[in-house]
């Protein structure tokens, strides 16, 4: 086969240093999530939705065929930060977790994955973002060291 095609949809889901409530503001929260989904485009990873609230963010697209997880990630985090610590005052102390947790998504599963991204605030009335994280842990059978995972 001469042509390289891939459709690998991602499902990323990093927090601010500490979970300390950066995105708190929801223009701010609205803007950081555009910024994001314009990275991702300019790495040829295309974004389905993002979504987050004040101290994590869930990113689903779709996996460019040149660009490796850890290359996407690394560049989404430096860009954003950089982007985020120019445009407001009150966030100049701004920084990602330095993980992150990466999850395959099937085609068919998009749709309901998001509307559980597009739908973040209402989700975490009821549960935390240490909860969330290990109920996805735990259903796509990741094993995982607590000392290591809430920095």
Known sequence: MPQSLTQIYLHIV???????PFLDDPLLRQN???YLGGACRQMDCPAVTIGGVADH???????G???TVAELIKE??????????SKDVGVRDFHWQNGYAGFSASPGHLDRLGVYIDNQEEHHRTESYQDELRRLFRKYGLE????????
Do not use: G
């Open 65 to 67: 065929r040149m660009i």
């Open 57 to 63: 963010v869930h990113i689903l697209l779709r996996l």
């Open 32 to 34: 950081m999530h555009q």
């Open 144 to 151: 995982w060291d607590e000392r290591y995972v809430w920095d």
């Open 14 to 20: 990093f927090s601010t240093k500490n979970r300390e």
């Open 76 to 85: 989404l985090k430096q860009q954003s930060s950089k982007w985020i610590k």
